[in-house]
């Protein structure tokens, strides 16, 4: 009888105990639960900020390079490109063409395109990376991608070209396809050699096409670093776009 | 032969134990399931390799009385009747907490941990008075000190009821001579009542 009352008293204890502890048991738990969900919340806010980060990050990242000398701003498809000195300008044909630059005595050429797609969707860094990449290595394999390359570069008035090398390659976090071509130009009924390095790259609905042309093998070292130079400094990015200005001046 | 054995299952069990730590000190990782884990297979490891050369207490007085032992089923069987019956307990109680207070406790904490409290007192309160529980009543099993061979202290029922939470404690009934490691540590046997 002395055992079933302690049992009965140490049960009662219990629930007592437990009766006692439960609020504060349940303030804690929900103190502790809000502060997780406020963490979860200033983590999904700090991701959405971070997508604004990037824009600012890449707009900054624009800003310094708009600043550098001798770099040509394109406006209207939102590019630039570093173009060595002394070379002349001037404007292709085409609907989305082209500006071309020239240096009439080494006879160089750096001639840029930029075509639509028509993918019917717009092509972010990320896609375009891969799909730089897929093309890098379908070319290997499949042949009739480069008569496709070959097609263009006789369209633009070359003659036998020949596909070769090709390699993707990256600048400022883009990868473009890098295609060299072999080829000839008749001038005065001579054939001359051409070697041609081509650099392909999408952005949202267009293709972006960098072209050097180079008339002559010899220093072609110099050349080569020049392509660099160039390269190096192509950024293709929305902020890339004529400087506002603001027509209504506030008078103080 | 077989020392190089013993000596391959407690370096098995350190590397287990040591890793379990690491995460927890070192690392300071919040995965507990793998740790504990972690810390009793490290531990189901290095036992025996060290038990085969010595017998704990609750061994000797068990062999020096020539005591018949339960089999692991009848205690089994006894386990998951009043393992039930916490849970019935423990349900009720969470059930008047959500009427109570409007809050699912089980929500706010892990139910593992909210059990516990039940588990320990379950056990403590019918061992310590009548040296049994629900379960093993059912198999007429009773819970004998092995130091005293009487009643044991209420130490001793502290010790097992709180050794009782370590997962590890179910492998030890799956060996020759079931013993629990609650048993073990607390130097007591359960026994068939006369």
């Known amino acids: ?252 | 032969m077989k020392t190089i054995k013993n000596l391959f299952f407690i370096i098995i069990g350190s590397i287990m134990i040591i890793f379990s730590l690491k995460l927890l000190i070192i690392d300071g990782s919040n995965e507990y399931a793998k740790i504990i884990g972690g810390i009793c297979f490290g531990m189901v490891f290095i036992y025996p390799s060290l038990k085969r050369d010595s017998k704990t207490t609750s061994e000797i007085f068990v062999e020096k009385e020539d005591l018949e032992i339960p089999n692991w089923w009848k205690r089994l069987i006894g386990f998951i009747i009043d393992y039930i019956i916490i849970l019935i307990i423990y349900s009720i109680t969470l059930y008047l907490i959500l009427q109570v207070y409007e809050v699912r406790l089980n929500k706010l904490f892990n139910s593992n941990l909210i059990i516990i409290p039940f588990y320990v007192f379950y056990y403590f309160i019918q061992e310590y008075i009548f040296n049994t529980s629900i379960g093993k009543s059912i198999f007429k099993l009773r819970v004998v000190s092995a130091i005293k061979g009487d009643k044991p202290t209420l130490t001793q029922i502290i010790i097992r009821s709180f050794t009782r939470l370590l997962p590890i404690d179910l492998f030890f009934f799956f060996t020759k001579r079931p013993i629990g490691l609650h048993d073990i540590v607390s130097k007591t046997v359960v026994l068939i009542k006369d």
């Open chain 1, 1 to 252: 009888m002395k055992k079933v009352l302690v049992v009965l008293m140490s049960v009662f204890g219990f629930f007592l105990l437990i009766y006692l502890t439960v609020p504060y048991l349940i303030n804690y738990g929900l103190q502790k639960k809000t502060n997780n969900q406020n963490q979860n919340n200033e983590l999904k806010e700090i991701l959405k900020n971070l997508t604004e980060f990037e824009e600012i990050l890449e707009k900054t990242q624009v800003i310094e390079f708009l600043n550098k000398d001798n770099l040509y701003e394109n406006y209207s498809h939102n590019y630039t490109i570093k173009i060595p000195e002394n070379f002349k300008q001037n404007n292709g044909v085409g609907k989305y063409s082209s500006t071309q630059f020239y240096n009439e005595d080494l006879g160089y050429v750096v001639a840029i395109n930029v075509g639509k797609t028509n993918l019917g969707y717009s092509i972010d860094r990320y896609k375009n990376n891969d799909i730089i990449k897929k093309l890098s290595d379908e070319i290997i394999n499949d042949k009739t991608l480069a008569k496709i390359f070959e097609e263009t570069i006789i369209e633009r008035g070359f003659n036998n070209p020949k596909l070769v090398g090709n390699k993707a390659v990256n600048y400022n976090n883009r990868m473009f396809l890098k295609l060299n071509f072999e080829a000839n130009r008749i001038v005065n009924s001579e054939e001359n050699p051409v070697l041609i390095a081509m650099f392909m790259t999408y952005y949202k609905d267009f293709a972006y096409i960098f072209q050097f042309v180079s008339y002559q093998k010899e220093s072609l070292e110099k050349w080569n670093m020049e392509i660099q130079k160039s390269m190096s400094n192509v950024i293709i990015s929305k902020y890339i776009i004529k400087k506002q200005t603001n027509p209504n001046p506030k008078v103080h």
